[in-house]
């Protein structure tokens, strides 16, 4: 790729500025104009049809900086969302060159008294919607431009209050842009050329874009105005091929295909479009391998190749355009597997049903394939459920109260059996001890609310223990202000008993961003140990003999107990000077703490990436100085080693972003590896989500992160950005994620979420182990809020987000192609919360707030399901359950609610019989990591490894369903 190169044109250089500018740019009698506007016969309700989200357009006709004619003015005030007014073009704009020229009045943009500054641009994409040119202006900094995904390159223009003259063309043929911007009331100009080359450009220009460009915590006002735009082309011929499609990836497996290209099967032919057009089918001959990755057929990985376009007497190719196909050589799906697994017990539960008594109980990966039939016996011995293949009955004769045997047989003969006592309820009540309320050092009440919790088996019996999460009253988002309460973490006995109390001291502040557990069985000793960020001050206490909370039974504590609340900031002066509560932590050690199973400290080291990188910069390096950006963390597991479990963090994602992997050996805990976006990953920033994602991508047997748009790779080093290149759409941030097998015919793991950024994808789904996009839609808007879940009886997944208002801009239900299967998803009463698995079908129910609803096919609307009342959900609007994954009982899953007055936890049990017989969802590793990473920052519902729907429910029948290798760590 050739490197951008910047040219100065001042009084002493006036022969070669001449000379560029006849180079650079064509005659006007050389061009035919493709799209024009001055504005002056706009009106101001739509002007030249350009449409806007949460920002005024107008037509101003008043004095700006010596313009008093009419022209476009965009306004935006106090935004978080939104942002962006579109121009669309009727017709996509093509030539042999295309010729752009436009005045613009960057305006100034609100100062937000931080290091970093809100922005606004004027961006053009082509007809793919990729960027081909930004015009940056941000506060505080010289005007900048950039071609594709690549960082800007700053000009001289440092007055955002004047009008500059914008002239670029680009040359199709040779894919070169060269450009020239001058500032109209100096006549001061500056030239540059650059390739295009690497950008993905397609050699067109479909979209003009306005932008405002918000930066974390706060929002934008910003007025800017735009005049004289004309676009024009060197015309080409009619029957010129101006555009080639995309092709598809090809995917192979390793052992496919040998040192042959030809033996790949690359694409014999591909779809173009004329000047005139009219589309053709053109042959592609001479395929040749580019780039870095030379082909090796044993070798996993991507590899790109490109393709020469025969020519014919029907069509042209002047512009000379080529074909790329991406070759991706993925490892077969592991026949084995070391990764260590719990055991679990049978998880038997007896159930109030609307008829009689729901029994329930767990089969295990490893029984799967095995001749295992159950025998249900009744109080008096008889048996009312006989050789059950499946893992649930309903006695429709049961009550309260009536006494069961569940026996197991192998082959015929016994191997166990478990005795329970029905219940009056359809959940599994556990008292829990709710912490005293308390006055902070400011003399500011408070008091405790159940929170998050996850699961592990803490004792080693094979029954799960649930740890959860005391939220305090005066809890923070990290981009706000509060001195707040200690985190608490309890964890119970499904018997409710409390193991131990963790207090995570006064030197972390409370908040969803902040206080992440990670819960696995770290050393293989068959029970789980606990990972948390930890300070000075922060003490396990145990219980009592009769498990109640002894504030004195201290089990153990972390660093310097002299140091708890030293480092808190109780106040900060506001713009008036007077003092406001902060609690932000200033200073300090940040620790990284491995709690054992009964509570007591294993090992205590010093966190991978502490808040300030130079002592005293209050967290600048991660993109502000307010905590706000810096105080982002998730946590999860994974095993790298393809063996061992490894506890996950990540410390932020809307600029710098670093994750780091930990495990224990030998009573130590040691670093996997780690990842930063400093070391050389600029282009990895500003990607990553509130959540994490963990799972083995491309079959290689190791565990990878996907931060969002940013994927990780087993060994810390970057798997790939979602950076616009190779076919994979512009990612940003975002507040939700999902993976899970979304086909039922195509093996292997997608990722679907939608983007807060409103310049990218509203919705983008892609595959896991490229980041090859699969479908996007665009809404310019913030989308909160997305949803994969498989609600129709059609084969594959189905994907809805908070996008726009029609089927065009993301607001419909689509499938994994990217078709419309739902017009609307709003009138459709879809949430986009948690999925799950609930009923006795193979779709999933939808989960939001208290209530349970399933899609109903034939209505083609949601219907509840469920209600659990007397509860409460968690994290404010997010509405989210305590805990959703498969606890107890069949493979359906558990909700856990908090009691309304929280004063205990019910772990709610579907109480409908089902047909399938499949085993724990815990055993599936995508499934139990994410049960591992549910309760980070902002919740995300669990997911699937593999694929399960009605479509395949003759091969659930016939128990054919992917099952993974079992290494029990306690001997099993």
């Known amino acids: 790729m050739k490197k951008n190169r910047m040219r100065k044109i001042g009084k002493t250089v006036a022969s070669a500025a001449v000379l560029l500018s006849a180079c650079s740019f064509l005659n006007a009698q050389e061009l035919e104009k493709a799209q024009s506007c001055d504005f002056e016969g706009e009106s101001s309700k739509s002007p030249w049809a350009f449409t806007t989200n949460a920002a005024t357009l107008g037509i101003n006709n008043k004095d700006v900086a010596g313009n008093a004619s009419k022209k476009l003015e965009f306004y935006m005030e106090n935004q978080s969302g939104g942002r962006v007014a579109t121009k669309k073009f009727d017709k996509v704009i093509m030539g042999k060159s295309i010729h752009v020229k436009f005045d613009w009045f960057p305006g100034k943009v609100n100062d937000t008294d931080k290091s970093q500054e809100n922005g606004g641009q004027v961006r053009l994409y082509d007809g793919i919607g990729k960027t081909a040119f930004t015009l940056n202006n941000t506060n505080k900094a010289p005007l900048a431009w950039s071609v594709g995904s690549n960082g800007g390159t700053n000009t001289k223009f440092t007055n955002p209050e004047t009008w500059y003259s914008v002239e670029l063309n680009f040359d199709i043929a ?15 100009t500056e030239e540059f050329t650059t390739s295009m080359n690497g950008t993905g450009f397609n050699g067109t220009i479909a979209q003009l874009k306005i932008e405002g460009v918000r930066t974390s915590g706060n929002n934008i006002t910003w007025k800017t105005y735009l005049d004289n735009v004309d676009f024009s082309v060197e015309p080409i011929a009619a029957n010129s091929i101006t555009t080639v499609s995309q092709l598809p990836y090809k995917r192979i497996y390793v052992g496919d295909a040998n040192a042959d290209t030809a033996s790949i099967g690359l694409a014999s032919s591909v779809n173009a479009e004329l000047a005139n057009g009219t589309s053709v089918t053109a042959q592609i001959e001479n395929w040749k391998n580019i780039g870095d990755n030379k082909w090796d057929a044993k070798k996993d990985g991507v590899y790109a190749f490109e393709g020469q376009i025969k020519t014919t007497n029907k069509f042209t190719n002047d512009l000379n355009k080529t074909v790329v196909q991406y070759v991706y050589n993925r490892l077969p799906v592991p026949e084995t597997s070391n990764r260590q697994t719990e055991w679990l017990d049978r998880g038997l539960v007896a159930s109030h049903a609307e008829k009689g008594i729901f029994l329930s109980w767990r089969l295990l990966a490893s029984e799967y394939n095995e001749n295992i039939t159950f025998d249900v016996l009744n109080e008096k011995g008889k048996k009312v459920g006989k050789n059950l293949k499946v893992t649930n009955y309903l006695d429709v004769k049961g009550k309260a109260g009536s006494k069961y045997t569940l026996i197991t047989k192998v082959n015929g003969k016994e191997t166990e059996r478990h005795e329970i006592t029905a219940t009056d309820k359809d959940y599994l009540p556990i008292k829990v001890q709710k912490p005293e309320d308390g006055v902070n050092a400011i003399g500011e009440k408070y008091s405790y609310s159940l929170n998050d919790a996850t699961v592990g088996d803490l004792t080693g019996d094979g029954r799960y223990e649930i740890i959860v999460k005391w939220y305090p009253k005066n809890a923070i988002d990290s981009s706000q202000q509060a001195l707040t309460a200690p985190t608490l973490f309890d964890a119970y006995t499904l018997d409710g008993k409390l193991l131990w109390r963790i207090d995570m001291g006064l030197n972390l502040t409370s908040g969803a961003h902040y206080n992440q557990i990670s819960v696995a069985d770290f050393d293989g000793d068959g029970k789980s140990e606990v990972f948390l960020k930890t300070a000075d001050g922060t003490t396990v206490y145990g219980a009592d003999a009769n498990g109640k909370f002894d504030k004195n039974k201290v089990l153990g504590v972390v660093g310097n107990a002299a140091d708890a609340g030293k480092y808190v900031q109780l106040y900060v002066k506001d713009k008036n000077g007077n003092d406001v509560p902060n609690g932000h932590i200033i200073g300090g050690p940040e620790y990284i703490t491995c709690f054992d199973s009964d509570g007591t400290i294993i090992d205590t080291t010093n966190f991978e990436f502490p808040l300030e990188k130079v002592p005293g910069d209050h967290g600048k390096s991660w993109g502000d100085t307010w905590y706000n950006r810096s105080d982002r963390f998730n946590s999860g597991i994974g095993y790298f080693d393809g063996v061992h479990a490894s506890a996950v963090f990540n410390r932020g994602y809307y600029a710098r972003t670093a994750v780091v992997a930990y495990g224990v050996e030998g009573g130590k805990i040691v670093k996997r ?40 790779d087993h060994d810390g080093s970057l798997m790939y950005v979602m950076d616009g290149e190779q076919q994979r ?4 941030h975002g507040d939700a994620s999902h993976v899970g097998q979304f086909f039922p015919d195509v093996e292997g793991l997608y990722l679907f979420g939608p983007h807060e950024v409103p310049a990218v994808a509203s919705l983008e789904m892609h595959d896991a182990a490229t980041g090859e996009t699969q479908f996007a839609y665009f809404a310019s808007k913030d989308a909160g809020r997305g949803m994969a879940a498989n609600i129709t009886s059609n084969p594959g997944y189905e994907f809805w987000a908070a996008a726009g208002g029609n089927a065009a801009t993301g607001g419909a239900v689509y499938n994994g192609r990217g078709e419309v299967v739902v017009d609307s998803w709003r009138n459709a009463k879809l949430s986009c919360n948690f999925k799950l698995y609930w009923d006795g079908d193979l779709l999933h129910e939808l989960l939001n707030d208290t209530e349970i609803t399933k899609f109903n096919e034939l209505s083609g609307s949601s219907e509840s399901m469920k209600k659990f009342s007397g509860t409460h959900s968690c994290n404010g609007t997010k509405a989210t359950p ?33 047909k399938y017989r499949l085993y724990t969802l815990m055993h599936d590793p995508v499934y139990r990591n994410s049960v591992g990473w549910q309760q ?30 079992m290494h029990y760590t306690n001997g099993k």
């Not at 759409?729 to 940003?732: N, V, Y």
Request: proline letters at 3%; one cysteine or more; glycine letters at 10%.
């Open 174 to 188: 040779t894919n070169e842009l060269k450009g020239k911007v001058t500032q109209k009331d100096t006549g001061d």
């Open 673 to 712: 590896w780690a990842f930063d976006t400093d070391n050389g990953y600029k282009n990895a920033e500003h990607m990553g989500n509130h959540s994490l994602i963990v799972a083995d991508f491309d079959n290689d047997g190791f565990d990878e992160v996907s931060l969002g748009s940013v994927s990780i």
């Open 729 to 732: 759409e512009l990612g940003s």
């Open 882 to 914: 305590t805990l959703q994954a498969d606890i107890l009982g069949d493979w359906r899953e558990e909700v856990v609610m908090a009691s309304a007055d929280d004063t205990e936890l019910r772990i709610y049990t579907t109480t409908l019989p089902t």
């Open 936 to 965: 980070s920052a902002y919740n995300q519902p669990t997911c699937l490894g593999f694929y399960l729907g009605e479509d395949i429910k003759v091969k659930v029948l016939k128990g054919q369903i992917p099952v993974p290798v």
